[in-house]
């Protein structure tokens, strides 16, 4: 039986300049009394065009660093206890928008009560539209980021203006796109190709390439603003793939990618985003028997050539093109490790690593030394 899980998400308002509108009225959606959550690089941005906008604000909290660790997650939870905040403002990426929802889950096992998000996602993975988060535990003999999924934490208004990606670095906000494709690719695990994810999904793939493609080479975003080799509403197509690639999170389980990616971010450090174009392309190689024919839903296959190769080869091609890390040796990692983040992935995700099919343990490490 096919079946569509559906969040309780209240409304997603997008368009060019419609920021600081939307932002005073978050009010009328239960947005009251918030806390911010953003980081520093951002803090022009909060103060030029949300927090004159935000009515009885409950002061804001920065200490959040990338991978959501548990001691900063502590620290947000404190910030809204004490300020007697209401709600929480999401301005940030994926870590901000899940150290949000990770402090509205312990808000909640506190108090009873969920505090109510408002997100204004500021890269391209798609974070504000789900209801998963993970918080990397950082007091044992090893960081490990671990995954959660509470329903009531999906962010219950999100706001898109190009104006929210106008300044976030090129390498950040390039990669973050590759992330939300790897959720287009990994949520047909376990749905058809007509399922509403399949549908959308496909679409917001080819809006991710359309715009990808023709991308400046090695120019900030701002900047390829200012020269017009990108125009705001290219901005606003990439956010929408972002929306379409993960629109409907309740219903799909991630794959191979996701959980690598997760190893060498969480415990390792490798920036998360990053981590999906150096992993997203091979792993759709190596469980391309698993998915079957369920990829043709991301193109027209080449004569003679089959669906998860085609896909692979337009990821990896742009991931080149644009010039983003393709390979773990990119990154301070002691190749040494390698074998460590292999026991990891086998311990921790085993239904994963099973959709490299046969011998599935022994072309997992094969897999992490191509990628290397």
């Known amino acids: 039986m096919n079946h569509l899980n559906c969040l309780p998400q209240e409304g997603v308002f997008w368009g060019q300049h419609i920021l600081q509108g939307a932002v005073a009225r978050l009010g009328d959606h239960g947005i009251r009394r918030p806390v911010t959550f953003t980081v520093e690089p ?8 949300v927090q004159p906008n935000l009515k009885h604000e409950a002061g804001s909290f920065t200490a959040l660093p990338a991978h959501v660790p548990d001691v900063a997650v502590q620290g947000g939870l404190e910030a809204c206890l004490q300020s007697g905040a ?10 901000v928008l899940d150290a949000a929802k990770a402090v509205s889950h312990l808000h909640h096992e506190k108090t009873g009560r969920y505090l109510p998000i408002a997100a204004l996602p500021t890269t ?4 504000e539209f789900s209801h998963y988060f993970g918080i990397t535990e950082t007091d044992g003999p090893q960081k490990f980021k671990r995954s959660y999924a509470v329903r009531e934490t999906v962010p219950k208004v999100v706001v898109i203006d190009p104006v929210l990606v106008s300044d976030t670095p090129r390498a950040l906000l390039l990669s973050s796109a590759i992330k939300g494709m790897d959720h287009a690719v990994e949520g047909m ?15 917001g793939l080819e809006r991710f390439l359309a715009v990808l493609q023709k991308w400046p080479q090695s120019v900030e975003t701002r900047e390829a603003l200012e020269q017009g080799a990108v125009t705001p509403a290219d901005l606003l ?7 379409q690639c993960y629109f409907s999170p309740a219903s799909v ?3 191979l990618s996701h959980r690598i990616g997760h190893i060498l971010g969480g415990t390792f450090g490798l920036p998360h985003s990053a981590t999906s174009c150096i992993t997203l392309a091979p792993v759709i190689r190596a469980c391309a028997d698993f998915y079957g024919d369920k ?18 080869d337009r990821i990896s091609g742009v991931v080149a093109s644009l010039g983003l890390p393709a390979r773990i040796g990119d990154f301070d990692l002691d190749p040494a490790r390698l074998p460590e983040v292999a026991r990891l992935l086998k311990k921790n995700y085993p239904n994963e690593v099973a959709d490299l099919g046969s011998n599935a343990s022994v072309k997992l490490d094969a897999l992490l030394e191509s990628i290397w």
């Open 42 to 49: 951002l803090e022009r941005l909060y103060r030029n065009c």
């Open 86 to 95: 209401e709600s929480i403002l999401a301005l940030g990426g994926g870590s």
């Open 124 to 127: 391209l993975s798609g974070s």
């Open 189 to 203: 695990r376990k749905v058809t190709r007509e399922h509403p994810h399949a549908i959308m999904a496909a679409s």
């Open 237 to 243: 197509q990439l956010q929408l793939a972002a929306w």
């Open 253 to 255: 389980i991630y794959g």
């Open 295 to 312: 990829l043709e839903i991301f193109g027209t296959r080449r004569p003679g050539e089959d669906a998860a190769t085609q896909l692979a």
